[in-house]
């Protein structure tokens, strides 16, 4: 009976530095935000401020940028939720336009397609892949904002006359 239980023990043990170990290796991404049935995860959120710290060459650490990205990502969500319901489409080859577009631009401002690779950790595959949904949920709302834009109108009477000088 006492060697059922020493046998118990040792097992439990290396269990629970199985389960410890496979913790640690696992990196677990945390939800920082829900809007509406969409989560904005942790990485999520790195990999956006990552972006626009890149593209206008900012401290990607900067609390200030994390939070406007936090922001945007949350009002991004809201009209996302708004193209679904009003059914805006966009098309593969626009999705593909766009991404080229915007990956050669981080090219040029990496210096090269091997910084760029680098800074992100990844093969330049690998980012268009991992991009490539997320450039297509920004076309959407970059549709819908048009045309909630375009339909507004303002007349003569809601423009402030010119101060005189």
Same mark, same amino acid.
């Given at each position: ?12 043990? %290396? @269990?629970?530095?199985?389960?410890? @170990?496979?913790? /640690?290796?696992? =990196? ?7 809007? +509406?049935? *969409?989560?904005?995860?942790?990485? #999520?959120?790195?990999?956006? @401020?990552?972006?626009?710290? %890149?593209?206008?060459?900012?401290? $990607? /650490?900067?609390?200030?940028? =994390? ?7 949350? /009002? #991004?969500?809201?009209? %996302? ?14 999705? @593909?336009?766009?991404? +080229?577009?915007?990956? +050669?631009? %981080?090219?040029?401002? /990496?210096?090269?397609? *091997? ?10 595959? !690998?980012?268009?892949? #991992?991009?490539? *949904?997320?450039? !297509? ?22 423009? $402030?006359? $010119?101060? $005189?000088?």
């Amino acid at each position: 009976m006492k060697r059922f239980n020493v046998y118990r023990y040792i097992t439990g043990i %290396l @269990t629970a530095l199985a389960i410890h @170990t496979a913790t /640690a290796q696992t =990196r677990i991404d945390r939800i920082v935000a829900v809007v +509406d049935k *969409e989560i904005i995860t942790e990485s #999520e959120l790195v990999e956006r @401020t990552t972006l626009v710290a %890149l593209q206008n060459r900012l401290n $990607p /650490a900067d609390e200030m940028l =994390r939070r406007q990205m936090l922001d945007a990502l949350i /009002a #991004e969500k809201l009209v %996302l939720a708004q193209a679904i319901i009003d059914s805006v489409v966009v098309t593969d080859d626009e999705v @593909t336009r766009e991404l +080229d577009q915007q990956v +050669d631009n %981080l090219v040029r401002r /990496a210096g090269s397609q *091997e910084r760029l690779e680098q800074i992100y950790g990844m093969p330049l595959s !690998r980012i268009k892949r #991992e991009s490539r *949904e997320i450039m !297509r949920k920004q076309m959407l709302v970059a549709r819908v904002r048009q045309a909630k834009e375009g339909a507004v109108q303002i007349s003569r009477r809601e423009v $402030p006359a $010119p101060s $005189p000088v």
